[in-house]
Structure formats: C-alpha cells, structure tokens
C-alpha cells in the first residue's frame, strides 16, 4: 500500500494562510443562478472598439506571434511615453523607464517583488483592491492599513500616512479612482501626502489603472507632483480605458534601476507580455482616443443615473468621482455586507460585491459597478426597490443623505 | 442640448426625466429644451428599427442611382422634390460623383419596384437616367447591426 500524499501540508505555509477571495464565493453562488443581472463585475461592459480588435487580427495575418523584448515593444512603450507626456507633462525614457506587464496585476506583483525584503511595511488604503494585501504578503512584506472611510471621502490623508509610518515601513501604495469606492483624490492631498513621503523617506507605487474614468475635476498622475517622478513606480494597463481586461497588457514606469530589477524578475517568469495585446494596446494609443473617450461619457451617464437610483432607494451613497463604482451604506438594513449580498442575490436576483470583500473598511458598504447597460441598470434598481420594501416592511423608514467626495464633509451618511 | 440629441438618437424611448438624471440637469429643462428642438424641426421624429425579414414580411428594397439635368435657378431641387413625395421613396439625396440623386425605395415586389422606375422616376423630365441596384441583404442599418451576437460574455463576478 502507498501512502497518499497530503497536498495540504506540503502547501507553503504563506500561501495556505492566504484567505479565499470574498468574492469567489459571490461568484461561486451567481453563476449557479439564472437570470441574475450583475453589478458585480469588475470590468467594463464594453466589447474592445473595434478598431483595436481588427488591428489585432491584421497582426496576425502578417505573422506577429512570436515574442517580443522582455522590455515589450519599443513602439508601444514610445507610444506609452507619449500619453505620460501629453495628459500630465510627466516624461520617461521609452528604452529604460517603461516596462511593458501582464496587465497592473504583473507590475504590482514584480513590483513588490524587487522592493520588498522580509518584515517589510507597505501601507495600502482601506478599503481597496482585492490583490493588494495577497501580493505584498506573497513578496514578504506586511500590509498596514490606512482606514479610509466616507467621512473624508475614501481619500487617504498625509496625516494618515504620517501616523502609521514606522522604520520599517518602506512604500505608500496608492490607487486612485479607486476600486472598490470610485474615489478619487484631490491634489491639494496628493501634494501633502508627498511631502510626508519625502520627509520620511519612502516610496510610492500608484496604480492608476482608472486614471482615464475620472468624471469630476481632473486625475492627477502622482510622479507629476514635485519631486514624485524620482520617488514612484507608475503602474496603468489597458484593461479598463480601452475595455481590455481580457488581453492582458500594462506596463510599469520609474526609475531605470528599479525598471531594470523588475526586467529580471520578469523575464525569468513572465519573458514578455503577449505580442498580440501589446499590437492591439499600440492601436489603441495611437488611435484609441475618441472612442475612450465615448466610453468615459457613457460610463458618466450611468454614474449619475446610479446616484440617484440609490437616493431614491434611501441608501446613502458617496459621489464617486472615477473608475465605475458605487459604494453605497447597507448598514441601516440591519444586515453586514455579506448577508446583504447573499440575500439580494437569492431574492432579487441582483448580484453586487460585499463591501468586506475589500477589506473590514469595507463592511456596512456594497460595491455596485455600473459597467452595464442601462436597462440591466434600471431592471437591477427596479429588483432592489422591491427587496429593500419586503426587507425593511414597515418597521423602518429608510432615510438617505448624499455625501459629496471632498477632504471634510460635515454631512456624514446617517446610518440609523 | 447636443448631449440630450445623443442620448435620444440611441434610445428615443428615454423620458426627459431620464435624461435629466444621467446629465445631472434639470427634468423641466430638459424636456423644455426637447420640445423647443421639435418645433425647430431637429427633432424630426422618433422611429423603431425593426427588422422586418423577421417577421416573414416580403420586402424589397433597392438603391437606384439617377442621373440629371439641372434646372436654371432651382439645380436639382425641384426634380429632387417630385421624386422624395412619393410614399414608397424613403430616402433621397444628392451625391457627389458619377451620379446625382441615390434615391432608396421600398416596395412588396421587385415587380413594382420596377414598375416605379421605368413608369415613374425614368419617365420624370430632366431625368436623363437611372440605374437600379437591388438590396440583397442588410447587414447594419441605423447604426445598428441586425444579426448581432457579441452578447455579454464576461463572469458574472470579478474583482
Ligand atoms: C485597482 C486595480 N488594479 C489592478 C487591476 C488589474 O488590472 P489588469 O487587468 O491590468 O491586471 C484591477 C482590476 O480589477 C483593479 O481594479
């Protein structure tokens, strides 16, 4: 007889001890059921223009399909250098300062990779992106939170970072719009937060993946701010502007050393982002933008549309300024954020995000994205209507506040 | 008011208050400024695109390109205008090029297209000649493609 082997155990004791997304079990429940309309994607409702994909079959007619430099092609990051240089006067050399990734997802991961040593800090807001805290413990470092909330906007303060700065604390992770709220970041803000990170020394790696979905004021681009190019690794894609989660191409930009130490890393394990999603991200450069920028209208229109959805519905909910979320309060229903999901799901058939997924920041909050069509918008809306009745019966009167994003708001989301 | 013509072009069944919310104006406004752009005959109409081999009605459609000579003081307006009042004409315009007028025309036969080429349009004066092209097929008409299947495909979660 021979033994079986325990997988379990032999699994890396860091990666066991990685909880399960909380969204997987969302999906997991969702896809089990018809006729769920979902606000739960992550991603836009788009089709990539067609443009794009066309400029992409034309590639490989001509035979594009073999690798390219680790760097990524040299055109594409030209054309990278370009955007950078045009939208926020920020200039990187094409040939040491840019590297083309697998989407933000690669950058993040080699990013943290090359910086981070044992017992590392990296201070991340909170709530954020599901990958973030996973990835730096993978890279051995520690996530230490900055306890965003709707008070200030979802906006991390230099007051924050000053606070949970230790000596061992080594980087400021910033993503601004951000997932899962759609705040953005003033830069009266960014510009307090850079003299906190000059001051004590550290580093800032800015995922900017929204940067292009900004619907109110403008996006500032952090190593724009006075002495923040030296300072930061830039991390943006393709995925989200141009509706191209799918293809999986992005880059990375910063100083050439550093640039130089990510390289390494990913030309062992990654050798090059796909030919075919770097041709396809060159077109959408080059020819992207009016179409982008069609996109950024709709997804405008929804947001508005979804503001006032909610405030119809009672539910207070911030004004998202960027990407294509709304992260409105649930906790007036009695239910944590999971219940609330799971009990919209099974009833009303409305899929949404549970704020916990993001982390405990998170909890009392629901992510709603409104990448999806107006109609599934307004049929979602109409389901919800009629779960919040039969939920709150007439034991409760919901009342809803808007909360304007800003540094301070007075009129904080009443939770009763 | 451009803004609001974009929204309606896309769905003319959007009511001003709709549209109100997803440009964060004023309903009263909005349906203000829509009634004011019907008067000035903007808004010409509100229509539905249907595709009509779907409901197994026989129809034939067909382009003909028409040669003129033009009239003193009015050009091609006046023989333009003799042909676009005829009901079966569903459009009319004037083109740059090897021809004049590309006039559409919709009918239940191709026997009666015919008919109202060689009975009717041919035999207008200063019609010096026409040349008729049968629609075989639509594909994309109003912008919108008829047999389309890139339905949502993505998973019903993501981060
Ligand atoms: C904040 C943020 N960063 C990064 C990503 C991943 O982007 P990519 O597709 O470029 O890997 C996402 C996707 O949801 C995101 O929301």
Same mark, same amino acid.
């Given at each position: 007889?021979?033994?079986?082997?325990?997988?379990?155990?032999?699994? +890396?004791?860091?990666?066991?001890?990685?909880?399960?997304?909380?969204?997987?079990?969302?999906?997991?429940?969702?896809? @089990?059921?018809?006729? &769920?309309?979902?606000?739960?994607?992550?991603?836009?409702?788009?089709?990539?223009?067609?443009?794009?994909?066309?400029?992409?079959? *034309?590639?490989?007619?001509?035979?594009?399909?073999?690798?390219?430099?680790?760097?990524?092609?040299?055109?594409?990051?030209?054309?990278?250098?370009?955007?950078?240089?045009?939208?926020?006067?920020?200039?990187?050399?094409?040939?040491?300062?840019?590297?083309?990734?697998?989407?933000?997802?690669?950058?993040?991961?080699?990013?943290?990779?090359?910086?981070? !040593?044992?017992?590392?800090?990296?201070?991340?807001? @909170?709530? #954020?992106?599901?990958?973030?805290?996973?990835?730096?413990?993978?890279?051995?470092?520690?996530?230490?939170?900055?306890?965003? #909330?709707?008070?200030?906007?979802?906006?991390?303060?230099?007051?924050?970072?000053?606070?949970?700065?230790?000596? $061992?604390?080594? &980087?400021?992770?910033?993503?601004?719009?951000?997932?899962?709220?759609?705040?953005?970041?003033?830069?009266?803000?960014?510009?307090?937060?850079?003299?906190?990170?000059? %001051?004590?020394?550290?580093?800032?790696?800015?995922?900017?993946?929204?940067?292009?979905?900004?619907?109110?004021?403008?996006?500032?681009?952090?190593?724009?701010?006075?002495?923040?190019?030296?300072?930061?690794?830039?991390?943006?894609?393709?995925?989200?502007?141009?509706?191209?989660?799918?293809?999986?191409?992005?880059?990375?930009?910063?100083?050439?050393?550093?640039?130089? %130490?990510?390289?390494?890393?990913?030309?062992?394990?990654?050798?090059?982002?796909?030919?075919? %999603?770097?041709?396809?991200?060159?077109?959408?450069?080059?020819?992207?933008?009016?179409?982008?920028?069609?996109?950024?209208?709709?997804?405008?229109?929804?947001?508005?549309?979804?503001?006032?959805?909610?405030?119809?519905?009672?539910?207070?909910?911030?004004?998202?300024?960027?990407?294509? *979320?709304?992260?409105?309060?649930?906790?007036?229903?009695?239910?944590?954020?999971?219940?609330?999901?799971?009990?919209?799901?099974?009833?009303?058939?409305?899929?949404? &995000?549970?704020?916990?997924?993001?982390?405990?920041?998170?909890?009392?909050?629901?992510?709603?994205?409104?990448?999806?069509?107006?109609?599934? =918008?307004?049929?979602?809306?109409?389901?919800?209507?009629?779960?919040?009745?039969?939920?709150?019966?007439?034991?409760?009167? =919901?009342?809803?506040?808007?909360?304007?994003?800003?540094?301070?708001?007075?009129?904080?989301?009443?939770? =009763? | 008011?451009?803004?609001?013509? @974009? =929204?309606?072009?896309?769905? %003319?069944?959007?009511?001003?208050?709709?549209?109100?919310?997803?440009?964060?104006?004023?309903?009263?406004? &909005?349906?203000?400024?829509?009634? @004011?752009?019907?008067? +000035?005959?903007?808004?010409?109409?509100?229509?539905?695109?249907?595709?009509?081999?779907?409901?197994?009605?026989?129809?034939?459609?067909?382009?003909?390109?028409?040669?003129?000579?033009?009239?003193?003081?009015?050009?091609?307006?006046?023989?333009?205008?003799?042909?676009?009042?005829?009901?079966?004409?569903?459009?009319?315009?004037?083109? !740059?090029?090897?021809?004049?007028?590309?006039?559409?025309?919709?009918?239940?036969?191709?026997?009666?297209?015919?008919?109202?080429?060689?009975?009717?349009? $041919?035999?207008?004066?200063?019609?010096?000649?026409?040349?008729?092209?049968?629609?075989?097929?639509?594909?994309?008409?109003?912008?919108?493609?008829?047999?389309?299947?890139?339905?949502?495909?993505?998973?019903?979660?993501?981060?």
């Amino acid at each position: 007889m021979t033994a079986t082997v325990n997988w379990q155990e032999r699994i +890396n004791p860091v990666v066991r001890a990685i909880p399960p997304s909380g969204i997987r079990r969302f999906f997991d429940l969702a896809t @089990e059921m018809k006729g &769920v309309i979902s606000l739960g994607v992550g991603e836009p409702d788009f089709v990539t223009p067609w443009h794009i994909r066309e400029a992409c079959v *034309y590639s490989l007619e001509k035979g594009y399909t073999m690798y390219t430099s680790n760097n990524g092609l040299l055109e594409l990051r030209e054309e990278i250098a370009r955007d950078l240089a045009e939208t926020y006067r920020v200039f990187y050399n094409p040939k040491n300062e840019i590297l083309i990734t697998v989407g933000v997802s690669e950058g993040l991961d080699l990013a943290l990779r090359t910086l981070l !040593s044992p017992g590392d800090e990296v201070l991340i807001p @909170e709530p #954020s992106y599901v990958s973030y805290a996973p990835c730096i413990t993978l890279a051995g470092g520690r996530p230490v939170y900055l306890k965003t #909330s709707v008070d200030n906007g979802f906006q991390v303060t230099a007051e924050m970072v000053e606070k949970a700065v230790t000596p $061992a604390t080594k &980087v400021l992770l910033l993503c601004y719009p951000n997932n899962p709220t759609g705040a953005t970041i003033s830069r009266k803000n960014l510009m307090e937060i850079a003299e906190v990170v000059v %001051a004590r020394d550290l580093l800032v790696i800015s995922d900017e993946i929204y940067e292009k979905l900004t619907y109110i004021g403008e996006h500032t681009c952090v190593p724009s701010l006075p002495g923040m190019r030296d300072r930061t690794i830039l991390l943006n894609g393709f995925s989200k502007s141009y509706a191209m989660t799918g293809w999986r191409v992005g880059y990375a930009a910063g100083n050439p050393d550093f640039i130089a %130490a990510m390289r390494k890393i990913h030309q062992y394990t990654m050798l090059c982002a796909p030919i075919t %999603a770097q041709m396809a991200a060159l077109e959408a450069l080059r020819n992207g933008k009016s179409q982008m920028k069609k996109m950024v209208e709709q997804y405008n229109r929804r947001r508005r549309l979804v503001l006032h959805a909610f405030q119809e519905l009672g539910l207070p909910c911030f004004e998202p300024g960027g990407a294509f *979320y709304a992260f409105p309060e649930i906790r007036q229903t009695g239910l944590s954020s999971e219940e609330f999901a799971e009990q919209l799901l099974k009833e009303a058939r409305v899929a949404v &995000v549970p704020g916990s997924a993001f982390g405990e920041q998170g909890e009392g909050h629901i992510r709603c994205s409104y990448a999806a069509s107006i109609d599934d =918008l307004n049929e979602a809306f109409k389901r919800m209507k009629l779960f919040l009745k039969r939920r709150m019966g007439r034991r409760t009167v =919901l009342k809803g506040s808007f909360v304007k994003p800003g540094p301070v708001s007075e009129g904080r989301c009443q939770s =009763l | 008011m451009k803004e609001i013509l @974009e =929204l309606l072009q896309t769905d %003319a069944r959007l009511t001003p208050g709709q549209i109100a919310v997803m440009l964060g104006r004023d309903e009263e406004e &909005v349906a203000c400024k829509i009634k @004011e752009m019907e008067e +000035n005959k903007i808004i010409l109409g509100y229509f539905t695109l249907i595709n009509w081999d779907k409901v197994g009605e026989e129809m034939v459609s067909a382009i003909i390109e028409v040669k003129l000579s033009p009239q003193r003081e009015v050009g091609f307006d006046s023989v333009a205008e003799r042909i676009y009042r005829f009901p079966e004409v569903s459009s009319v315009r004037l083109m !740059s090029g090897a021809y004049d007028l590309s006039v559409m025309i919709n009918g239940r036969t191709m026997k009666e297209v015919a008919h109202f080429v060689s009975h009717k349009l $041919a035999t207008i004066e200063n019609v010096i000649s026409t040349c008729t092209h049968f629609v075989l097929k639509t594909y994309k008409y109003h912008g919108t493609i008829l047999e389309d299947n890139e339905s949502d495909r993505r998973l019903v979660v993501t981060p």
